[in-house]
């Protein structure tokens, strides 16, 4: 069977063309998937920068670390703590002590992430005067870089000032030095400071002191402004590439099985012939195994020499788009390749066990049959593995709304469930087939002509052509539309809670993380006619099961402002009883019940034992917790909400309160446009990734409908000669096979806006569940791009082989036999 595999290869290169190009570019996507994520695995150890000339740098408390039965848990704190003010003293017996500040400054005309610092802190990175002077008052300043020269006056969040100085840049931050009284005043709390002494006697001196940490060497870069960011965007990245790889391997592996089958399908009058001649049905699968595993190794091989190329782009691309360090690159990483290469192999030869088995299965007289109707298009294996596999969707869906409906919005369910469905749907969709292509051409096929009834009655009838073109779009558009909507879906009902949740008629917040200080905040309750709430974020540790030391963002309140200000979503309990010895939790807790007590750790490490005083509901898991602000030490104001006292004119109180925060820096938003400004967007690097997911399917996709359709219509050489021959026109003729492509395109795209809505539908259910009512979010932008793509290629890939098949005459075509 060696040789007439060999020989069918040779004579059948345009239907396994298609076959060999799906292949190598799925294996090409693994390998490039691969290579990314096994570059991403690991982050470079980075050098300190602002303090890399410190002789000694001293770290108040910045994490929690709990000890438990299976070992320490560690959060930072939301809340870092200073050095104690005696350790501080014994510090300054040994050496000169700089106490750091860092804080952020906004400036006409300056770059937009401009960092305050004191100028006795330049040294230590180090930075040295190119141009003019140190500052020596409190409105001078010295700039790094050459935005601003020495003797230009600038506006700033912080006041004007005036540049006296400027320092070469490090390349790591955008710097203002401000004198140390100044920056004192700018940015009261420090949380670390450089210490000029023998670092063994530091660490003495600081010996005994709850979490203050001596850092020297290269270990004084976790000093330095998020000392995590690499490892930080590298797991971001493993995400994104891991979430990408995934997808990308379901699409290849569903096209190319896809492809495969459809290619066995279209030769069964030559497995007849075979059966004819003599040959049994076990060397009929032999052949088909065979002949799929010569095109997979070249397929496998072609796609890794292929994921060579294609690796080192698309690490460009994630550094461009802001993604990944500008140095990060594609390393030397080996298993990609064979991982790739034996899953290409393996996906090669189970994308024929279904369709070797029907080969085997041809009887000598269908070399006879020269109809085109499909016949038993679902056999046993197809029912039940699609059956099992919508029933799985369904029961998975039907426990998880009744166990634990947020599990359904977290990004790994919401990406992984929409495979499920999509293979069970192509695995049905010759049952749906016929149905759909009927109802979809029910309006063209009463129009004149026979035109719209032969668009019909082909799609109809060639189940396995229609279901194998449709199954590229389907995926693609089920994609589009999950993906994109899932993220639109719960953006729209975070939307909603910040609509509901705010009953203030203003939302006033500050400009910078500084917050609000004591005058302003006296300034703001003196309006007449305004009730002022203020609040602060801090967070909240709690042991779960004794193991888990997880993190609730929280928000520290006085309850009497509070409940006139905001509509907690309270599931029991009463907002009211909140006090100095209690705290407010939502049902996600583990103990969740009015009047329990549970151990807790404030934002600064502090242990408390709280009772309960109301517990809220989960709604999208943004509901965090509330404490008062005695429970959150060290958290400055970062919003104030009003409410209008009755009588008072809003216009009047919108102006005072402006009045109010003109000097120090602050924004007024009335209701509608504090909801507005903070409407959720989804996560850049998710975005990024759901786009970069979705460009390779359609892409990948694209080309495997671009195969598909060419393997199909040069297949139907023989039938576009009798249209000729009945007297159609060229033109009429490739009018129907372009018409007839858009028919099959419509199905895919109905059945992946069917899958897509299932999915969201799911999500839909589960916010209601969790009490937050909100409309499905469908991406109609992307999926009617997607389907457009669709259609323009799957109209060029079949007009251009059907236009060259009838450059032949139309008798030498009718007489062709394979």
């Not at 920068?49 to 320490?72: H, M, N, Q």
């Not at 749906?432 to 009927?438: A, K």
């Not at 009798?722 to 159609?728: D, E, N, Q, S």
């Not at 139309?810 to 036999?817: F, I």
Request: with cysteine; net charge positive; charged share 20%.
């Amino acid at each position: 069977m060696l040789s007439v595999a060999l020989r069918t290869l040779r004579a059948r290169w345009i239907t396994l063309v298609g076959s060999f190009v799906a292949l190598s570019l799925g294996v090409a996507l693994i390998a490039v998937m691969g290579l990314a994520l096994a570059s991403s695995l690991d982050a470079p150890d980075r050098k300190p920068e602002r303090f890399a000339a410190a002789p000694v740098v001293v770290k108040g408390a910045d994490s929690l670390r709990v000890p438990t039965p299976i070992g320490d848990r560690v959060q930072k704190l939301a809340l870092p703590r200073a050095v104690p003010a005696e350790v501080v003293a014994r510090l300054k017996k040994l050496g000169t002590v700089v106490q750091d500040r860092s804080f952020a400054v906004r400036a006409r005309s300056g770059p937009g992430d401009l960092v305050g610092h004191p100028w006795s802190t330049a040294a230590y990175a180090p930075y040295e005067i190119d141009a003019g002077r140190a500052p020596r008052a409190a409105d001078e300043v010295v700039v790094s870089g050459d935005w601003a020269k020495p003797g230009k006056r600038v506006r700033t969040d912080r006041g004007t000032v005036q540049v006296v100085g400027n320092v070469a840049g490090r390349g790591f931050e955008h710097a203002v030095f401000y004198t140390d009284a100044r920056a004192v005043q700018l940015s009261p709390n420090s949380t670390q400071l450089v210490v000029d002494a023998n670092a063994a006697a530091v660490r003495s001196a600081v010996r005994g002191s709850d979490g203050v940490r001596v850092l020297t060497g290269d270990g004084r870069r976790y000093a330095d402004a998020d000392p995590d960011r690499d490892s930080e965007a590298f797991t971001a990245m493993n995400a994104m590439f891991g979430t990408a790889g995934g997808v990308t391997t379901f699409v290849s592996l569903f096209v190319v099985a896809s492809t495969f089958a459809f290619s066995v399908a279209q030769r069964r009058r030559e497995f007849g012939l075979l059966r004819t001649a003599g040959a049994t049905p076990g060397q009929i699968r032999r052949m088909v195994f065979l002949e799929a595993f010569l095109v997979g190794v070249l397929a496998s091989a072609t796609g890794c020499v292929l994921g060579v190329y294609g690796a080192p782009w698309l690490a460009a691309c994630v550094v461009d788009g802001g993604l990944a360090p500008s140095w990060f690159s594609i390393g030397a990483a080996i298993w990609p390749y064979y991982m790739a290469f034996s899953t290409g192999l393996a996906v090669a030869l189970c994308g024929v066990v279904a369709a070797s088995w029907r080969a085997g299965r041809t009887g000598p007289t269908q070399a006879l049959r020269e109809a085109s109707v499909d016949t038993r298009t679902m056999t046993w294996g197809r029912w039940l593995c699609g059956v099992a596999l919508l029933l799985t969707a369904v029961v998975t869906l039907a426990l998880s709304l009744f166990s634990d409906p947020g599990d359904l919005l977290h990004r790994k369910t919401y990406v992984s469930r929409p495979m499920l469905l999509i293979t069970a749907v192509a695995l049905l969709a010759p049952v749906v087939v016929r149905p759909s292509t009927r109802l979809l051409a029910c309006l063209p096929a009463r129009l004149p002509g026979a035109g719209g009834m032969l668009v019909r009655e082909n799609a109809a009838a060639g189940v396995r052509r229609t279901a194998a073109i449709a199954a590229p779009v389907l995926v693609t558009i089920a994609l589009a539309g999950s993906l994109l909507g899932a993220t639109a879906t719960l953006n729209e009902a975070k939307a909603t809670e910040t609509r509901e949740q705010t009953a203030a008629a203003f939302v006033v917040t500050p400009t910078d993380d500084a917050g609000f200080d004591a005058a302003t905040l006296r300034k703001l309750r003196n309006v007449h006619g305004a009730e002022v709430s203020p609040t602060s974020s801090s967070a909240v540790y709690v042991l779960e099961d004794g193991v888990s030391l997880d993190k609730d963002e929280a928000r520290a309140a006085n309850p009497g402002p509070l409940t006139a200000t905001t509509r907690l979503p309270i599931a029991s309990g009463k907002a009211s009883d909140l006090d100095d010895g209690s705290i407010i939790v939502n049902e996600e807790w583990r103990q969740h019940t009015v009047g329990q007590r549970v151990r807790v750790w404030l934002g600064d490490g502090t242990q408390k034992t709280l009772r309960i005083a109301a517990v809220m509901t989960a709604g999208t898991g943004n509901n965090g917790v509330y404490v008062t602000p005695r429970n959150a030490p060290g958290a400055s104001i970062d919003r104030i909400d009003v409410a209008l006292e009755h009588g008072a004119d809003m216009s009047d109180v919108a102006a005072r309160l402006r009045s109010a925060v003109r000097t120090t820096g602050g924004q007024v938003f009335t209701r509608d446009q504090w909801v507005q400004a903070n409407y959720p967007e989804t996560n850049r690097t998710t975005r990024m990734g759901f786009l970069l997911v979705l460009g390779i399917a359609l892409l990948y996709t694209g080309i495997s409908l671009a195969n598909t359709m060419v393997m199909a219509t040069s297949d139907r050489a023989r039938d576009l000669a009798v249209l000729r021959l009945a007297g159609a026109t060229r033109w009429q003729v490739l009018r129907f096979v372009g018409a007839e492509a858009l028919m099959v395109v419509a199905v895919g795209a109905v059945l992946g806006l069917l899958v897509a809505t299932l999915n969201l539908a799911g999500i839909w259910s589960a916010l209601g569940l969790l009490s937050v009512w909100t409309t499905i979010q469908l991406p109609w932008t992307a999926i009617g791009a997607a389907v457009g793509a669709c259609a323009v290629l799957a109209v060029v890939s079949s007009v251009a082989p059907a236009s060259l098949a009838l450059r032949r005459r139309a008798v030498e075509l009718a007489g062709v036999r394979e």
